[in-house]
């Protein structure tokens, strides 16, 4: 697979005076409350529904202890919070940790295997999970990969796979979903800070990121229609294993001044991915929720 490392921050300048923003190292500190650690009871939010997740493992870590990824995260919380989850990958051994994870806490959860690259897996992956779940009430595309460095280290090939696997995948999967949602039904994308400002050094990541934004707001009017919603969850510095290699490859990453003092977790994007999926947001739809520590929105 053409990926390589992402770095997703936007900010390359630091223009705030650092002493006005703490700046935080890569860590996370130990006592944020347990919705951000993962460790929050659960409150039955999607009982009964039934969730796709595309883009459900995390990729590899050679870490000791690495933190979880926003798939796996989305995941296993739509699961405590009582839906069924089909969590899809094209790894198969990250979906199938996924699903055993949500197995173990006494969730029901299985792997599908599928290459969003490929047009014709996008559809097989829809048909699948509505046959072993029994229909459908909510999906997160949450896939997402980089490539290339500037406009010179990104050539025409590379650009097309990001699109392929960050834009026209949403497209179609939205397109074979959509039909099978009744009422209520909820679409939540998973886009990036990069998506909406500029600074990550990978045109194609933040083009793709950028373009969910449109395809998100497309398929709520759609959506609107039948009584489906569909809405954007924008993740700005995310600990995640991806985040780690992305500041490897750019430590300035970890120095990023952000107002609320440190990076986010995973279970930070899956509580609000999670809100965006139940009743409770059954009002919104066609938005774009930034989730990010303030780095877009007060600096
Ligand atoms: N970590 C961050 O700081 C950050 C910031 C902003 C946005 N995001 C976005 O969040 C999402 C998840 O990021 P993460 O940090 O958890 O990364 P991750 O790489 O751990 O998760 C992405 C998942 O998508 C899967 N995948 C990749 N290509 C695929 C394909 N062709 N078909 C099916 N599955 C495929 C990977 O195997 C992996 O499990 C991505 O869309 C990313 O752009 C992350």
């Known amino acids: ?37 993962g460790e ?53 051994e990250a979906a199938q940790a996924t699903a055993a994870w949500i197995v173990r806490e006494g969730g029901r959860g299985f792997a599908v295997i599928a290459d969003v690259a490929d047009a014709a897996a996008c559809d097989r992956l829809v048909s699948e999970s509505v046959e072993r779940l029994g229909g459908l009430d909510g999906a997160v595309l949450n896939v997402g990969i980089a490539a290339g460095a500037g406009l010179d280290g990104t050539s025409a090939e590379s650009w097309d796979f990001t699109f392929a696997v960050n834009l026209r995948a949403h497209f179609l999967v939205a397109r074979a979903l959509l039909p099978q949602l009744a009422a209520g039904g909820s679409i939540v994308f998973i886009s990036s800070i990069a998506g909406l400002r500029p600074g990550s050094l990978l045109p194609a990541y933040d083009a793709s990121k950028a373009g969910l934004i449109g395809l998100s707001r497309h398929v709520a009017l759609e959506g609107a229609r039948r009584g489906v919603r569909a809405n954007v969850v924008v993740p700005g510095l995310i600990d995640t294993p991806l985040g780690r290699l992305a500041s490897r490859g750019r430590p300035s990453r970890d120095r990023t001044p952000v107002p609320l003092g440190r990076q986010g977790t995973a279970w930070e994007i899956a509580y609000a991915t999670v809100f965006l999926l139940s009743h409770e947001a059954s009002y919104i739809t066609g938005q774009t929720l930034v989730v990010d520590g303030g780095l877009t929105g007060i600096r």
């Open 1 to 37: 697979m053409a990926s390589s490392v992402a770095c997703i921050s936007p900010h390359n300048d630091e223009s705030l005076s650092l002493s006005q923003i703490s700046v935080f190292p890569m860590g996370i500190p130990s006592d944020l409350p347990p919705e951000a650690r």
């Open 40 to 92: 929050a009871s659960n409150r039955q939010r999607l009982a009964g529904r039934r969730i796709l997740v595309v883009g459900a493992g995390t990729r590899a870590s050679d870490e000791p202890d690495p933190p979880v990824g926003n798939g796996r995260a989305i995941a296993v919380l739509a699961a405590r919070e009582g839906a069924g989850v089909a969590c899809v990958d094209v790894d198969a």
